[in-house]
């Protein structure tokens, strides 16, 4: 005769009100920032092809954007700017009259409550498309970080409440962190890209903000996929020279670096769910291959549990929308 079990763990799953009950990782609209791309231009609202649900924006039509945003309880928004011109040295990046620092205005009269992180690369402002200045064929590390620091100081004057270096220069945190204190802005935050690798999962990404590399790649200053123990370096050099919040970038293939920089630093750890994370759930949805309500509230509820507070997504706004009950 077959014994019955002792423990019955389906106890904690008969009813709906006690799985949520004893549930151990949610996610709310507090939990996410919301990417946005603002162009130059007039009169813009341009779906992204391979981002579904994501647009180039004006600053003329901006509050559509905004407006959607607060009445849906998402805290903060990241700005990426697709300038006018380009140029050798991304000039449009620190241009105190640049597209994001117009944007970041625009914004903060539009929702004062609202906060706006300003992404500090100049990829999408250079004519070659690198994070840095050129000399010959590599990226000049020192001659950048004079200018990323620029391009903070210019949109934490234009009104940005935090500002976030992208462009995995060494010193990027520290360069920005002095030059914010020196203008008597100790208090502005710094998140800094801290983990951040050179993955192929940004290909939408580099189509939305029009950044894609004219020559060679990034992988001398963006981390290889396959180190962990590296992160590790990177995220405690970012914690050394100032920085508030650290992350990871790419999230879905980076839980395991997630899970460690959790258990390594008590510090606030954002993880950035991707354009090409985001796409492959848009294509395969649209192909009937799943159902994607369900499989991304999975995918971020799985980059929470591996433990980022702080989740990058350009999925946020519809998952504020299916957390309220709404189609």
């Known amino acids: ?23 151990e990782t949610r996610i709310s609209a507090a939990n996410f920032i919301y990417p946005m791309f603002v162009t130059c231009g007039e009169n813009i609202r341009e779906e992204i092809e391979p981002m579904p649900g994501c647009f180039h924006t004006s600053i003329d039509r901006l509050s559509e954007e905004i407006d959607e945003v607060v009445e849906l309880g998402i805290p903060s928004v990241l700005l990426f700017g697709l300038p006018p011109e380009k140029d050798a040295v991304g000039s449009g990046a620190y241009d105190p009259e640049g597209i994001i620092q117009e944007a970041t205005r625009t914004i903060k009269e539009m929702a004062p409550g609202l906060m ?16 840095g200045v050129i000399n010959g064929e590599k990226i000049d590390n020192d001659v950048t970080l004079e200018l990323l620091a620029r391009s903070a100081l210019t949109q934490v004057q234009a009104g940005a409440d935090m500002v976030a270096p992208s462009s995995m220069m060494d010193g990027q945190v520290r360069a920005i962190r002095e030059t914010l204190d020196a203008h008597g802005y100790e208090d502005t935050p710094i998140m800094g890209y801290a983990a951040k690798y050179a ?28 180190n962990r123990r590296m992160a590790m370096r990177e995220i405690e050099s970012d914690i050394a020279e100032g920085a508030d919040i650290v992350m990871v970038k790419p999230a879905m293939a980076y839980m395991d670096v997630i899970k460690e920089a959790r258990d390594r630093y008590d510090y606030p750890l954002a993880a950035y769910n991707v354009s090409g ?25 799985a980059i929470r549990r591996s433990g980022a507070d702080i989740i990058i997504s350009y999925h946020a706004k519809e998952v504020a929308r299916w957390l309220r009950g709404e189609a």
């Open 116 to 131: 706006v992180i300003g992404d500090v690369c100049l990829c999408e402002y250079t004519d070659h498309g690198h994070c």
């Open 277 to 301: 994370e985001y796409s492959m759930v848009k294509a395969a949805s649209r192909a009937g291959w799943i159902d994607e309500q369900p499989v991304t509230m999975e995918l971020l509820t």
């Open 199 to 226: 993955s192929s999962f940004y290909g939408p990404f580099r189509v939305a903000a029009d950044s894609t590399p004219q020559f060679g790649d990034r992988r001398s200053y963006q981390m290889d996929p396959a």
């Open 1 to 23: 005769m077959l014994k019955h079990p002792d423990l019955r763990m389906r106890r904690l799953r008969e009813k709906a009100p006690v799985r949520d009950m004893v549930r």
